[in-house]
């Protein structure tokens, strides 16, 4: 594969050559079972009920999840061909912020620029005035080794997430880019914002995946309960 041409450049030139073939197609009732099958052949069947949950979730006023406040799917298409799935979603009292969520390319049609155009098009093109940052929630997992570079090379900046009484593991990183391209570091997540859905649902599986809780991934050995205060939402149902 050719690999020529400084990053900004080629980004460039994916974004112009993608722009006119890519087609985001935003997920409704009639391709939801499309969605969820294309999102779990990307990121496998262990993710299948959460996917469900979340893809189904964002039709549906009545049965939001308890950390979402909104949220927005996509099917991607290349020549009519469904390449991937991306979206966001916000947090209930953070509209300045909104979280990209479920972004990822088949593996038959990676390394060919697709994914920055998942991120641009469909996440930094799509935030409303009122949005102050763009927020990627991912894990220091080799799986999202790829999805580390390709944020970082689209001007993220990567944080650690406060390491929490769960996160024994301390895996999770926070994303975060201004949507003002002539802002400084203010837009950072340094760890000072507002508890994310990772301390309830997503770090005790983690935990439990290293073996370092107890039955439930919860109170892993070494944690520090200590000065945590009690904001914890109800676990994912
Ligand atoms: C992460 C992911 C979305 C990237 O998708 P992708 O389509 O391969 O992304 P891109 O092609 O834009 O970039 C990937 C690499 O190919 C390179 N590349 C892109 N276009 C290229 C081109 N035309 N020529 C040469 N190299 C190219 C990029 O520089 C990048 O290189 P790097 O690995 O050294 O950083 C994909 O690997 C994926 O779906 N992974 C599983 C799901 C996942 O991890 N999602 C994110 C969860 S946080």
């Not at 927005?72 to 990209?100: A, M």
């Amino acid at each position: 594969m050719k690999k020529d041409g400084a990053p900004a450049d080629r980004i460039q030139k994916d974004f112009d050559r993608h722009a006119r073939i890519l087609d985001f197609e935003p997920v409704n009732k009639e391709n939801l079972q499309q969605a969820i099958d294309l999102a779990v052949a990307i990121f496998g069947d262990g993710d299948r009920e959460a996917i469900t949950e979340e893809f189904s979730g964002s039709l549906d006023p009545d049965s939001k999840l308890p950390f979402i406040e909104s949220s927005q799917f996509f099917l991607v298409f290349k020549n009519e061909h469904p390449v991937g799935v991306t979206g966001y979603y916000s947090i209930p009292g953070h509209p300045e912020d909104i979280w990209l969520d479920w972004m990822g390319v088949l593996p038959q049609y990676r390394e060919n620029g697709i994914g920055t155009q998942l991120v641009q098009h469909g996440f930094i093109d799509k935030a409303k005035p009122d949005v102050k940052t763009l927020r990627i929630w991912t894990t220091i997992e080799e799986d999202y080794d790829k999805a580390r570079s390709l944020y970082k090379k689209m001007g993220f900046v990567e944080e650690p997430y406060k390491p929490d009484a769960t996160d024994a593991a301390k895996m999770v990183v926070v994303f975060s880019r201004s949507t003002d391209p002539q802002a400084d570091k203010g837009y950072l997540w340094k760890n000072s914002a507002y508890p994310i859905d990772c301390e309830e649902h997503v770090v005790p599986d983690l935990n439990k995946k290293l073996g370092l809780g107890g039955a439930d991934g919860q109170n892993a050995k070494g944690a520090d309960k200590a000065g945590h205060p009690s904001t914890r939402k109800p676990p994912h149902p």
